[in-house]
């Protein structure tokens, strides 16, 4: 791990600070007031993502070159950050665009770049990522999704499971093992996978606890052809890709969990200044005090944490595989812990679905779950220091 200080790393852009404000205001407008029905509802936020279309917040890492924005992994948090304060499904959506296309930025192609980044940068399609299966979770070397050649095409047979967005998105990056009797880990490929394509269907939606405007399905795959100019980067390389992409997209879950943390704290903040008991607020209680106090300490711990896994990120620096685990890591558990509080902190009116603190202390869990258990991010970590 590097030991350099770089204080740049601990200050925002004044660009940064702008698209901040920016999303805030498309958030406030255009997310917060449907996040209730698109939880009550488990519904797609449509609203979302047409405001985040309009407002080219819905892709923004996808490079110029690309017909995207081109923003640096620091804004794409700042971005999916301030989605989450109002409605964590909805900044999914960014999340999981950069998710599902990394890989194909890493190390795609250039005429797969140009086929599939551009309608991403559009907005014309989300793009979601096909790693998981249900025996293969932490253990994705032992994924028994499989694709055997097939003259110049791939025949893909197996599935995936808890894909995020699958079903809503036109284009999937799915890992498949492309020789089974192949070293582990080393006989792995990803490929492009389009819903259009014939054999591709979907599982029923999963009934979660939260994040339920967002939808997690299985992928199926019975003889999908999948032709050979799909493959992303070299046959047998999709899991060192996979990997390479979330020591990246960690930081991304990271910045969501800040997003939810902040949210709540928000609303626990404003709800302590108003309520009053014992014939003050209770806001003025000094147990009160102290609650707020350490909820707003450890969020601004993760959140500078975030900001510098970002930074490193954009660098892609070599100590990236901690700093990205630390950064997911760390700020699931703050979130999951300050939305317990803030709900705590109202009472039994944080327990009614009256204020939005039980939809994110719900939606806070998942922080610390996927992409990575939080006990896999320990191992990563741990690996990394005793290198």
């Avoid at 192609?109 to 940068?121: N, Q």
């Avoid at 047998?236 to 902040?262: E, N, S, Y």
Wanted: charged share 25%; with cysteine; hydrophobic share 40%.
């Amino acid at each position: 791990m590097s030991t350099n200080a770089d204080f740049d790393l601990f200050r925002t852009s004044e660009d940064h600070e702008a698209l901040r404000e920016a999303v805030r205001a498309v958030a406030e407008d255009k997310i917060a007031p449907y996040a209730a029905a698109v939880d009550e509802e488990a519904r797609y936020p449509q609203e979302a993502h047409d405001a985040l279309v309009a407002s080219d917040f819905f892709a923004p890492h996808v490079p110029e070159e690309y017909d995207g924005v081109g923003a640096d992994a620091l804004a794409t948090c700042i971005v999916i950050e301030e989605v989450a304060r109002v409605d964590a499904s909805a900044s999914l959506i960014p999340a999981v665009n950069k998710l599902g296309s990394l890989p194909l930025i890493l190390d795609g192609s250039d005429d797969v770049k140009a086929r599939y980044l551009p309608p991403l940068a559009k907005g014309e399609t989300t793009f979601s990522y096909g790693l998981s299966e249900r025996e293969a979770g932490s253990d994705t070397a032992s994924m028994k999704c499989r694709a055997r050649q097939d003259g110049d095409d791939w025949v893909l047979n197996g599935q995936k499971s808890w894909i995020t967005n699958a079903g809503v998105s036109e284009y999937y990056t799915v890992l498949a093992v492309t020789d089974p009797d192949g070293p582990r880990g080393a006989n792995v490929t990803a490929f492009v996978v389009e819903k259009s394509d014939e054999g591709f269907t979907f599982g029923e939606k999963e009934r979660k606890l939260g994040i339920k405007g967002s939808p997690t399905r299985e992928l199926i795959f019975d003889d999908v052809r999948i032709p050979g100019d799909r493959v992303v980067g070299q046959v047998g390389d999709g899991l060192k890709i996979a990997l390479r992409t979330l020591d990246h997209t960690r930081v991304t879950i990271g910045a969501q969990a800040v997003g939810i943390a902040q949210g709540a704290l928000d609303q626990a903040v404003a709800y302590v200044k108003d309520r009053k008991q014992f014939g003050k607020r209770i806001a003025d209680f000094e147990g009160i005090q102290f609650m707020l106090a350490d909820m707003a300490m450890e969020l601004e711990v993760a959140r500078q944490m975030v900001y510098v896994a970002a930074a490193k990120s954009e660098r892609g620096d070599k100590d990236l595989t901690f700093f990205g685990a630390a950064a997911k890591c760390y700020a699931s558990d703050v979130a999951m812990k300050i939305t317990t509080d803030a709900v705590q902190l109202l009472g039994g009116a944080g327990y009614t679905r009256d204020f939005p603190l039980e939809r994110m202390m719900r939606d806070a869990k998942i922080t610390q779950i996927y992409e990575g258990t939080n006990q896999v991010q320990r191992l990563v970590m741990a690996r990394q220091v005793l290198k």
